[in-house]
């Protein structure tokens, strides 16, 4: 355990696995009475400073095993902040320009007025391709990414091209298909090569991790989106593809019929499909370990990861616009990360994903996290959507003790 703060250890809540420093032990505890609960499922919550350990405790279970530091889920929309990271390591070795149009590297995206949209516009959900229902004809479908990535760069942009309209699912096959037309190669391994082996860690796949990794993978428990499959809901959901504003546009770009199954079972049809907006598979402190890189100095083990003119790129808040899809809020959208309007989300910034699992980095403090878990509850799903929103405040409170500790310790042994 890293010796930034105090170096005394936390005395954890029964069940909760790991270690945390004293000045985290109040957040320990809420994250126990959180997650710890028969029949909830699990998490774990892993906290870097400098690369160092602050934090790195789990609790709960997968459904049939205890939960461990190796366990993890399906990341959500989470996922696209991997694969941004992924179009940041082609960027960095000068394989594309953020403002280069993508056609440039995409021939076939410049159809339908398509050719003067950027790699920017891509990367801040700019680009007018939010929408599902013009490019899906059965659920199914959804899980053929080079089928999903041909029918977008034949697609027309819609009315809320130029302005930020989260590309919920869009945006993963997006990103796929331009870093497919500069590398020849598909994102898993794109995952593989560009983000996982060169930070040493195994704990972050796009889909199922493979036989021989370590990641255990615990299945969603109490599936949210199960009620969308209704008549009722199906009918209601269906029709709101034509509603005007906000409610029209987060329709549009999140639902069409059937697209509940695709979360179906204890080995959803989600795991085999390259889905870069929505299909990883991330344990806590592999998400940890990846935005501490983006955190820090760009360096891995004293090797360069990312170069610092990247790393300024991307820390960056690219538009302060209102989103379209997502009712209106201030994403503060980075090239392919977003901020929050709380403490520790303004300065930070990284991807939440549906249920509330996220990967952070605040660069200011050399901080990352990593929170992952397995609950998709109708009842909880609204708390645990909003997950990051009071977590990183805390983790800020626990860190300005951890801090204060560090500056009183010389007075005190004076």
């Known amino acids: 355990m890293s010796t930034v703060a105090s170096g005394e250890l936390a005395a954890l809540p029964d069940g909760v696995g790991g270690s945390a420093t004293a000045e985290f032990a109040s ?16 998490a774990g919550l892993t906290i870097h400073r400098h690369g160092m350990p602050l934090v790195d405790i789990w609790t709960g279970s997968t459904g049939t095993e205890v939960w461990r530091r190796d366990t993890g889920s399906i990341v959500f929309s989470a996922t696209k902040g991997i694969t941004a990271t992924v179009i940041h390591r082609l960027a960095d070795r000068g394989l594309l320009d ?15 007025g398509k050719g003067s949209i950027t790699v920017r516009q891509l990367m801040t959900h700019r680009a007018g391709l ?21 029918r977008l760069a034949a697609a027309k942009p819609d009315r809320l091209l130029g302005h930020p309209a989260y590309h919920a699912l869009t945006f993963g096959w997006l990103m796929a298909g331009l870093a497919r037309a500069v590398t020849g190669r598909d994102l898993p391994e794109l995952f593989r090569t560009e983000v996982a082996e060169p930070l040493g860690i195994d704990g972050l796949h796009l889909g199922a991790p493979p036989p021989e990794s370590s990641t255990v993978f615990a299945p969603l428990v109490g599936s949210a989106l199960r009620q969308l499959g209704n008549p009722i809901s199906a009918q209601l959901f269906g029709r709101g593809h034509a509603v005007p504003g906000a409610l029209g546009a987060a329709v549009r770009c999140l639902f069409v019929p059937g697209v509940e199954t695709i979360l179906a ?11 870069g907006a929505a299909s990883g598979v991330c344990t806590a ?6 935005y501490s890189a983006l955190a820090g100095d760009g360096k891995v083990d004293g090797r360069e990861y990312l170069r610092p003119r990247t790393l300024a790129a991307l820390r960056k808040v690219e538009t302060y616009r209102l989103d379209h899809a997502l009712f209106y809020l201030p994403m503060l959208w980075h090239l392919g990360y ?8 303004r300065a930070g910034f990284g991807h939440i994903g549906l249920g509330g699992s996220f990967g952070w980095a605040e660069p200011r403090l050399g901080l990352s996290v990593g929170f992952v878990h397995n609950r998709l509850s109708a009842g909880q799903l609204g708390f645990d959507q909003t997950l990051a929103f009071w977590l990183l405040p805390m983790i800020m409170n626990c860190l300005r003790g951890a801090r204060a500790t560090d500056v009183a310790r010389p007075a005190e042994a004076a």
Not at 285 to 290: I, M, N, S, Y
Not at 338 to 345: I, K, N, R
């Open 285 to 290: 402190p592999a998400l940890a370990t990846l």
């Open 338 to 345: 977003h901020s929050l309007p709380v403490p520790g989300g």
């Open 98 to 112: 953020y403002s280069a149009p993508v056609a440039e590297y995409w021939p076939e995206f410049a159809a339908a």
């Open 265 to 275: 079972g204890d080995h959803p049809p989600i795991l085999a499909a390259q889905m």
């Open 27 to 42: 957040l320990a505890r809420v994250f126990a009475r959180t997650f710890g609960h028969r029949g909830t499922g699990g």
């Open 130 to 150: 939010s929408a599902l229902g013009p490019l899906v004809r059965a659920p199914e479908e959804l899980l053929d990414a080079r089928l999903m990535q041909e």
